[in-house]
């Protein structure tokens, strides 16, 4: 290599081989046998989690030990630890054991229902006194004291659910965190939100288990894009009288509603609604005696629309009106309206991502909330006055922060670390100065080992967008020989995986001894650029995907000589086994060996209320539904695919990658196919399968990118 290659090299990577001259100070290599065993002693230190604050002055921390988690209440003055006994809060709460509801207050338990029947998802009124639940898809209330139990719906059945989400509201709406749970408690626990599914026009999917002699068939309820979705009604279910008011929606409009908000008043609940097309959210208030609504919110964008049900919408106290996050300007941003909905002042703006609003202190005008602003690849601290101005950072320095807020915003705790740093954790007062140090993963033996160089650095495309690359190189590098490359990627819109955070020694650094190059991309759509990058996906999933990973590969072949470009390696599951299919296919000319699981192959074969957000209805965009297919480019496979996929897979069907090998046997083409039997999206909970698999990944490893034996320590890993 000459002086002037070198000295491009050192500007383009300045720390990569002073970096590895760095590394060769060290005398002490990791182990095999310390990797596989994870034994890190003196290397690192084991970081507890920050669970959260059990008051104002203490916080909560959980270290994993071989008994389990041990759990500690330190604080905030002094340091001081103790274990922390109460796993369960002190307040009253409720559960199901055995398919009955349980109360429980303190020492004192009680059951509150005894059927045959299952109850789900039960959640105690706001003052302590009923509970709700389902069963067998009603709604249900049951008084603590009397035991008294009030049936609020009465036609639920294999195709009516109240207070019970259909598959797909579950899965893209209402999120997984809540269970199929569809009913929410007034603030005056005088009344019940809650939606009504009739899934008669959804079509059925069969997903077929194999197990027993004739095997078992599940039919579910599954819309694909292009065909219908559940009709939804919204209604309110009095508590007192059992009377049901139902929002004035027409059940069988195209359309989506949101997790709905009760006004702090509890005098209304606010519905957000949008169109099939999810490019037109309109927020309404309704009326509670007549189900009559009201227009408070409107918006409406070219693409798509974000609909965060988690904290899209924060209604402050003393009717002051509204927050709201949008990303209607390009970047989320956060909004104050009155609670007419008019615009009273836009709080952030800047072309960087607001993230989430950590608390809201209206005595003094002030809010807290983490943001992506120094660097799309960190989050930080901020607080800004809610008029918008006197913005300020909090956390500080060039690292990734996790912070968690006491309630009264004095002080937080932050979990910090970057790329070349281990993690630490300190607690800080409200103007962000540090109150003291809680943990450091730094042993004291880290500086003695020669550890693979980890580094975050962006590449630019053409067209302008600086795209983050996260790699870990070799432990050595011999630049006479050439080396394989792995990139691990997700891949979906506004789904980056690529942050400026420290991974603890694990199989990465195995990896790293062995001589693979391990790399993670983050595309043009993966949140960083904000919704201006998103909106290059809409109606073409896929295609901007594989030409960012594809020209950061190119880029790095043509800036290492040691890259083997007949050795480059690409893996991911769900949106990342799309990716990844996408890759061996239509981008085959960079992409030699693949692993994909559990792998979206082609849209039309994928729920609407995701697929349609970004590609809209196949009869809208068949061009987009063509060009977006994995078996569209089957004749562009050159080999070196390993697909996996649970055969019970009932997120995304196993149909997806039958199809793929249906079409690459059609065209002759050698690959690899694994399902595992019994697995869903994943099968992390089938130890032997998971293991298998395992060993299967690393055996292509071996075969394709090391191109060596596997070694014997890793067959019983």
């Known amino acids: 290599m000459n002086l002037k290659r070198t000295l491009s090299l050192l500007l383009v990577f300045p720390m990569l081989l002073l970096g590895f001259q760095q590394a060769d100070a060290q005398t002490k290599e990791l182990t095999k046998e310390q990797i596989l065993n994870r034994n890190f002693k003196g290397i690192v230190n084991p970081v507890p989690r920050v669970l959260g604050w059990d008051d104002n002055e203490h916080f909560i921390t959980a270290t994993f030990s071989q008994n389990g988690y041990v759990m500690k209440r330190v604080n905030v003055s002094t340091g001081e630890e103790e274990v922390y006994q109460r796993l369960q809060s002190d307040e009253p709460s409720v559960s199901v054991e055995g398919g009955n509801v349980y109360y429980k207050d303190g020492s004192e338990t009680k059951q509150l229902t005894d059927t045959e029947a299952n109850e789900n998802n039960p959640e105690l009124s706001p003052d302590g006194k009923k509970v709700a639940f389902s069963r067998n898809k009603d709604l249900y209330v049951i008084d603590v004291e009397s035991g008294e139990e009030t049936r609020l719906t009465h036609d639920g059945s294999d195709m009516i659910s109240n207070g019970w989400a259909s598959w797909v509201y579950m899965e893209e709406i209402l999120g997984r965190s809540t269970r199929f749970q569809a009913y929410w408690w007034s603030p005056d626990s005088k009344n019940i939100g809650f939606m009504r599914f009739d899934d008669s026009p959804v079509k059925t999917f069969p997903i077929y288990l194999a197990d027993g002699s004739y095997g078992t ?16 009604r919204v209604g309110v279910a009095s508590v007192e009288t059992a009377e049901l008011t139902w929002a004035d929606f027409d059940e069988n409009e195209d359309q989506y509603f949101g997790m709905p908000y009760w006004t702090p008043d509890a005098s209304a609940l606010w ?16 009326n509670l005696n007549d189900g009559s609504k009201s227009e408070i919110y409107e918006e409406k964008q070219d693409t798509w629309i974000a609909l965060d049900n988690s904290d899209m919408l924060q209604f402050l106290d003393n009717g002051k009106g509204f927050l709201f996050k949008s990303d209607k300007n390009g970047w989320m941003h956060l909004y104050h309206y009155d609670m007419e909905g008019e615009l009273v002042n836009q709080v952030t703006e800047g072309e960087w991502a607001l993230s989430n609003v950590e608390r809201v202190d209206q005595e003094n005008g002030v809010i807290y909330f983490t943001a992506r602003k120094e660097n799309s690849a960190r989050f930080d601290f901020y607080r800004i006055n809610l008029d918008g101005s006197n913005l300020q950072r909090l956390t500080f320095g060039e690292y990734n922060h996790s912070i968690q807020l006491s309630d009264d915003g004095k002080y937080f705790v932050s979990t910090y670390n970057n790329t070349s740093t281990p993690t630490k954790i300190s607690v800080f007062d409200a103007d962000g100065e540090k109150v003291r140090d809680i943990a450091d993963a730094r042993g004291p033996q880290y500086d003695d080992y020669k550890l693979p160089k980890t580094e975050l650095i962006r590449v630019e495309t053409k067209d ?34 690529v942050y400026d955070r420290w991974s603890s020694p694990g199989m990465s650094n195995w990896w790293a001894k062995e001589g693979l190059i391990q790399v993670s991309i983050d595309h043009r759509g993966s949140g960083h650029f904000g919704k201006v990058g998103q909106d290059y996906l809409h109606r073409d999933l896929g295609n901007w995907e594989i030409q960012d990973y594809s020209y950061v590969v190119n880029w790095l072949i043509e800036n290492y000589d040691f890259i083997d470009e007949d050795r480059i390696g690409i893996t991911g599951f769900s949106y990342g086994g799309y990716v990844t299919c996408l890759a061996l296919t239509k981008g085959s000319d960079i992409f030699d060996y693949g692993i994909a699981g559990g792998s979206v192959t082609d849209w039309d074969l994928y729920d609407t209320a995701y697929t349609e957000r970004f590609m809209d209805r196949p009869q809208d965009n068949p061009e987009g539904y063509e060009s977006s297919s994995v078996m569209t480019y089957a004749d562009q496979y050159k080999g070196g695919l390993l ?22 046997e059609s065209a002759g083409k050698d690959f690899e196919f ?44």
């Open 464 to 497: 302008g967008f600086d795209l983050p690359v996260k790699i870990t190189w070799p432990e050595s590098i011999d630049e006479s020989k050439s080396y394989p490359l792995l990139v691990s990627i997700y891949g979906g819109p506004n789904s980056g995986t």
């Open 674 to 717: 694994i399902p595992y039997m019994g697995g869903k999206h994943g099968w992390y909970n089938l130890p032997g399968k998971q293991r298998h698999y395992m060993k299967k990944r690393y055996s292509f490893y071996y075969k394709n990118l090391l191109q060596k034996p596997m070694p014997e320590a890793l067959l019983g890993n």
């Open 271 to 286: 519905i957000p609604w949008m169109n099939r097309d999810q490019d037109h959210l309109v927020i309404y208030e309704m």
């Open 217 to 232: 068939l599940i039919e579910q309820r599954y819309p694909k894009a292009g065909y219908d979705n559940p009709k939804v």
């Open 643 to 664: 697909i996996v996929h649970g055969s019970a897979d009932d997120n995304v069907h196993l149909q997806n990658s039958l199809q793929l090998v249906s079409a690459l």
